[in-house]
């Protein structure tokens, strides 16, 4: 069965067919040639996997990274980073990286920080004599800070398909230290590049200006620290602190800004059901496609073929990344998550490894794929913005992309990076 089920995922999946629908047109397949289960569990297993209370936390952090956007926090943001990096060789494109990285606090979605970000710093970078596949790639491979950055909703839905009591709270710590990294790492890549192709540089803002932008900004700045420090103190849960994360950009934007008119309102909810409904219908059919899968014993399989592989926790955690990297090259991350994770859980966990540590390797794993065809949706996102091809945007985002598995490989073989504040601080 499960040769039928993930051969004809690939054979629709190559006819063009949506990812959610592949599975579920799959799954028909595969219990139609079995011939013992009922077509009855095709609605009932999908159900099941969408029925989780703690899910209701993606639909609540999409909907107040959409109100943050729709309220002008974006554009604050990004005149506060502007004015920390403007002054050096490349400064836009510094400031776009800069930018990913304080709007990953709000997000938490590598797709919401390119649609948000690309669409106001790819014109302004092409306008200023930036190359504009050089201005995509640098878009988009920032990009990929929003689900590693805390709040993250790749890292509730690993938490979710894990089970084992892992911490949200724990794997939003852990997220910190590797999303900086990376961070860094991508300015100073841009920078070097920047620098050799005479890009312009930005006079440095007074320090009056400056207080003010980062006066204006901070009341975005401060609600990723709200949450994590919400969830960590126990104050509230994930679903309860996306909820928390709702209601402080709606009374910033209404209050505050008064940027957040009814007409704003009905479109920011109008689309953050639409983008909800995507994530959601890929989770309620990966859980049934997942559950095919197991039920035809491949999670067995695979795990008994990785565990005669190699016994030492690092050369496993090396050869799941490897795999990862193909997965992600084929498969959004919502869906690979839904799949994979349940399946390699029991594998790490009988080598020692930590799952805190394991969730940031495989959310960043599968992060790369948003950056490489044929689904890197970040890749055509930028493309469409700076109205280049996709082939010349992913030639560009090459040098970042290596310095990202640069950065996968360091928080793999060292965890002391990726746990180091979780145990600090829990």
């Known amino acids: 069965m499960s040769g039928l089920l993930i051969g004809g995922f690939f054979v629709l999946l190559a006819l063009g067919i949506p990812l959610a629908f592949a599975m579920g047109l799959a799954g028909i397949l595969a219990i139609l040639d079995h011939g013992v289960f009922p077509l009855g569990l095709v609605p009932q297993r999908a159900l099941l996997g969408a029925d989780s209370f703690a899910l209701l936390a993606v639909p609540f952090f999409v909907l107040a ?16 980073a502007n004015a920390i990096v403007g002054r050096f060789a490349g400064g836009l494109g510094l400031g776009n990286i800069a930018s990913s990285m304080f709007f990953a606090g709000v997000s938490g979605s590598a797709v919401a920080d390119t649609t948000a970000l690309g669409k106001t710093l790819i014109p302004a970078m092409k306008r200023e004599g930036y190359d504009g596949s050089f201005s995509a790639a640098v878009t988009a491979a920032s990009s990929i800070c929003g689900p590693i950055i805390p709040p993250s909703i790749p890292l509730v839905l690993f938490a979710l398909t894990a089970g084992s009591g892992v911490s949200v ?62 969830m960590v103190g126990g104050v509230f849960t994930v679903t309860e602190s996306a909820a928390v994360a709702v209601v402080y950009a709606f009374l910033v934007g209404v209050l505050v800004y008064r940027t957040l008119k009814p007409g704003a309102l009905l479109e920011v909810l109008g689309r953050s059901a639409l983008e909800s409904a995507a994530v959601m219908i890929i989770v309620a059919m990966a859980s049934l496609f997942g559950w095919l899968l197991a039920v035809s014993g491949f999670p067995k399989a695979l795990a008994d073929g990785l565990l005669a592989l190699t016994d030492n926790p690092i050369v496993m955690l090396l050869v799941i990344s490897a795999l990862l990297l193909v997965v992600g090259l084929f498969l959004e991350a919502v869906a690979a998550l839904t799949i994979f994770v349940p399946i390699l859980v029991p594998v790490v966990q009988h080598l ?75």
């Open 65 to 80: 990274g959409n109100l943050m956007n729709m309220g002008g926090m974006t554009d604050r943001i990004i005149h506060f």
């Open 169 to 230: 709270g724990a794997l939003f710590l852990a997220g910190v230290v590797p999303g900086l990294l990376l961070g860094i790492g991508l300015m100073v890549l841009c920078w070097t590049i920047s620098r050799r192709r005479g890009y312009p540089v930005h006079g440095a803002v007074s320090p009056r200006e400056f207080a003010r932008r980062l006066l204006d900004a901070g009341l975005a700045l401060i609600m990723p620290a709200i949450i994590v420090a919400g």
């Open 352 to 426: 020692g490894i930590d799952l805190v540590h394991f969730g940031v390797v495989v959310v960043f794993n599968l992060m790369l794929g948003l950056l490489t065809p044929p689904v890197g949706i970040c890749l055509y996102i930028t493309a469409s913005f700076a109205e280049v091809r996709v082939e010349k945007v992913f030639r560009a985002v090459m040098p970042f992309l290596l310095l990202a598995v640069a950065v996968l490989l360091l928080i793999t073989l060292v965890p002391g990076l990726v746990l180091f504040l979780p145990g600090l601080l829990m």
